[in-house]
């Protein structure tokens, strides 16, 4: 595909795209699956949201990592960033944009369902955007609908329960550290600056701190005493899933003021017989990009933080 093509920063283009693929038609069901494809699908005239998914994420394959790149429009108070854009991703906004991409119609409800994946009952505020994965972005998309729980079913196949992640996330001290870089707002001059970053510092003061208490699976799991990798504790989990890296009550206060416990996010794909992790990472690579899970993983082993994965499933997919 040319590279012109990939790289698109307008949704309305971004549909263009997706109609010129085949991409337009849907399958319809709460939670269906459809036979995990060893690569993705040539596009059809119909192909199910999962297939989309694998054939979408496929093509976006090596573009770019990018710090924040979403905010709350031209009209956003503190984050003029656009609310959508297709040429650029972090680990969030890569799973965002794909879901929202993929369990949709036409424009409009692309635009809504992006509203209701990044924002608390779809309000679009910076106050109210899903900035903690561990208390904002999981549990509210669970609320939604978007996302519903399988780390259950993973634990019925485990050799032990699963541990809980603890961490406080304390949102009054994160916005206290926020600084003049977070701010992204044309025009202002240095006086309105200050007066704004004030402002936004002021968003977080009555905001209790929350204890985030996470169900997770060990990296030991998915490997045997000799060091084998084995997948068997997710097997037979839904194709499509969203992975988030544990790393139980990391403290990062002094660097943003609170604790977290989730690091990094992407999609679990089933492929044949194997499972990958597509993703878009700040690594060395820098970029999008699809992983064994046997490899992801195998990078954590031995980290000083880093524990093991959480999961969930994506409603229609």
């Known amino acids: 595909m040319p590279e012109t093509t990939r790289k698109i920063h307008f949704p309305l283009n971004a549909l263009f795209f997706l109609t010129a693929l085949g991409l337009t038609a849907w399958a319809t069901g709460a939670h269906a699956q459809s036979p995990a494809p060893t690569t993705p699908s040539t596009p059809t005239t119909v192909v199910t949201p999962t297939d989309h998914l694998y054939q979408l994420t496929s093509q976006w394959l090596g573009l770019p990592y990018g710090i924040g790149p979403l905010g709350e429009g031209d009209g956003g108070n503190y984050d003029q960033d656009p609310l959508y854009r297709f040429d650029q991703f972090d680990c969030v906004t890569f799973v965002e944009t794909a879901i929202a991409s993929v369990t949709t119609t036409d424009f409009a409800a692309f635009e809504k369902k992006m509203n209701q994946i990044r924002y608390e009952n779809g309000k679009v505020d910076f106050v109210s955007r899903n900035h903690f994965s561990e208390v904002d972005w999981l549990p509210n998309n669970l609320q939604n609908g978007t996302l519903y729980e399988v780390i259950g079913q993973a634990e019925k196949k485990a050799s032990k329960p699963f541990p809980y992640a603890v961490a406080t996330i304390d949102k ?130 031995g980290s000083p933080t880093i524990r093991g994965i959480h999961i969930v499933g994506v409603t229609g997919l």
């Open 172 to 301: 009054k001290n994160w916005y206290a550290k926020m600084t003049l870089a977070t701010l992204k707002v044309a025009g202002l001059t240095d006086r309105q600056k200050r007066k704004r970053l004030k402002d936004l510092q002021s968003e977080g003061k009555k905001m209790p701190a929350e204890v985030s208490r996470l169900p997770y699976i060990p990296t030991e799991e998915f490997f045997g005493t000799d060091g084998s990798f084995k997948s068997d504790v997710i097997d037979g989990l839904p194709n499509v899933m969203v992975l988030s890296v544990i790393r139980p009550g990391w403290d990062l206060k002094a660097a943003i003021g609170t604790e977290m416990n989730i690091s990094h996010q992407g999609f679990l794909l089933k492929m044949g017989s194997k499972w990958v992790v597509r993703h878009a990472t700040n690594d060395s690579r820098n970029r999008v990009v699809e992983d064994s899970l046997e490899d992801f993983l195998k990078k954590f082993i």
